[in-house]
């Protein structure tokens, strides 16, 4: 293989290996081989151009044969003892002081067909690979060498061996469109990173947001992500729900781990479903317990009726998952009516939860309802008492609140 095919070889395989699916630590070699690469056939064109021009243009092939010079050595380092902090800054020097070093060689501006545009590709790659902070000394250095070649051009140009015209003419259209091909596909390759990457973001953020719908309600989601940090609300009337399975913890005894998730999956997605049904909202599980309210965080005036159509037809739910399953089980299920303070609690964890007296009221009739039973209290059964049948049990001995009487949600009239 040719000397100077070698390390083009070896930096076409650097760059197609990693061009598909960077890593971010191969972003920056990926950049650089490009670079490199483009750099190094450049090369190649000037010195077999400049070379069948005569002898005397032997110094102007000199500068393209150290360039390749050294790019044999700084990847022969890089690729022996993985220093890639040397084998960038070495490139970039090189691609920033060769093209001017081509330019004086050849006679200046004109003559050169302005080659030294090539050496922008030096603080661009600076840029993307090394960050905005530390690309700027190497833009500077372009700025200066520039205005350099600037001040210098009439020395330049005196001392110029004859360029043909046609020669002339093709640096030209080289150095244009070069440049301009290689800026453009750097900046494509960027764009196209960047476009994955937003992408991945966007789908990252719905299913945040999905998630953390799965947690909260809509309403109280929204104010969190408006920076809603403390959400604390009073509603003056409500209906809580809780549902609890009767001996569950011995049925699951009996069970391994895999089939107890998968039935009370079962079970719980058959409530969540009726818990969509109504526009009621789940608050939580525990255990196999489980807990709804209605008329918040949205409020309603209909919230004890959604919240006892769910209740009878949850006892339907599962007599149909008993039935499919072949395991016996009941249901207590507890409700009540009234006032309730409901927010967010946590800053990492965030559950959404209620208090009140309202709340422990409904649990204290779920905790002494019959098996296969809905109890509501009194002040549910007012509010339902003209759409629902109800049987009234007396002498209920109910914790904190001594004995009351209660009513079971019997059906609709």
């Known amino acids: 293989m040719p000397a100077h095919t070698e390390p083009l070889s070896i930096l076409t395989r650097e760059f197609w290996g990693r ?46 044969y150290v360039y390749l010079i050294v790019s044999y050595t700084s990847l022969f ?11 960038t800054f070495t ?12 330019q004086w060689a050849i006679g200046g501006f004109a003559a050169s067909s302005g080659v030294a545009i090539w050496a922008i590709l030096s603080p661009v790659g600076a840029l993307m690979i090394l960050g ?30 004859p360029i043909p015209e046609s020669i002339k003419s093709a640096f030209f259209l080289m150095n244009i469109t070069g440049t301009a091909s290689i800026l453009y596909g750097v900046l494509r390759y960027f764009q196209s990173q960047k476009e994955r990457v937003m992408h991945s973001l966007e789908l990252e953020q719905d299913r945040s947001n999905k998630l953390l719908l799965n ?15 403390r959400i604390a609300d ?21 069970m391994p781990p895999t089939q107890l998730i998968d039935l009370l999956s079962q079970v719980f997605l058959r409530f969540d479903q009726l818990a969509e049904k109504y526009q009621v909202e789940k608050i939580k599980t525990i255990g196999d317990a489980y807990m709804v309210i209605s008329g918040a965080p949205t409020p309603c005036t209909n919230h004890a009726e959604r919240i006892a159509a769910m209740a009878l037809d949850m006892q339907i739910a599962l007599k149909e998952v008993a039935a499919k399953t072949g395991i ?8 009540n009516s009234g006032p309730v303070v409901a927010g967010v609690i946590g800053s990492t964890k965030f559950s959404y939860d209620l208090w009140g007296d ?40 109910v914790k904190g609140k001594g004995v009351i009487n209660t009513f079971i949600l019997q059906k609709k009239h």
């Open 77 to 87: 380092i890089f690729y022996r003892y993985r220093r890639f902090e040397y084998f």
């Open 234 to 254: 009073h509603y003056d009337s409500v209906t809580v729900m809780f549902a609890d399975l009767v001996n569950f913890t011995q049925i699951s005894a009996k």
């Open 358 to 397: 309202t709340v422990n009221m409904a649990s204290r009739m779920e905790d002494t309802c019959i098996p296969d039973a809905i109890q509501v209290t009194a002040e549910t059964q007012n509010i339902l008492q003209t759409q629902y049948q109800f049987t009234e049990r007396v002498g209920v001995m």
């Open 132 to 161: 905005t902070r530390q690309s700027t000394s190497w833009f500077l250095l372009f700025i200066g060498l520039a205005f350099l070649s600037w001040y210098l051009n009439p020395y330049f140009a005196s001392n110029a061996l």
């Open 19 to 64: 061009f598909a699916n960077p890593s971010p630590a191969a972003l920056g070699k990926t950049i650089l081989s490009l670079l490199v690469l483009a750099e190094s056939l450049i090369c190649i064109f000037w010195i077999f151009t400049l070379s069948g021009l005569g002898d005397g243009y032997a110094v102007m092939a000199a500068v393209p």
């Open 91 to 102: 490139q970039l020097v090189m691609l920033l002081v060769m093209p001017f070093f081509m």
């Open 328 to 335: 016996d089980m009941k249901m207590r299920i507890g409700i």
């Open 215 to 229: 947690i909260l309600p809509v309403a109280v989601a929204e104010r969190l992500k408006q920076n809603d940090m």
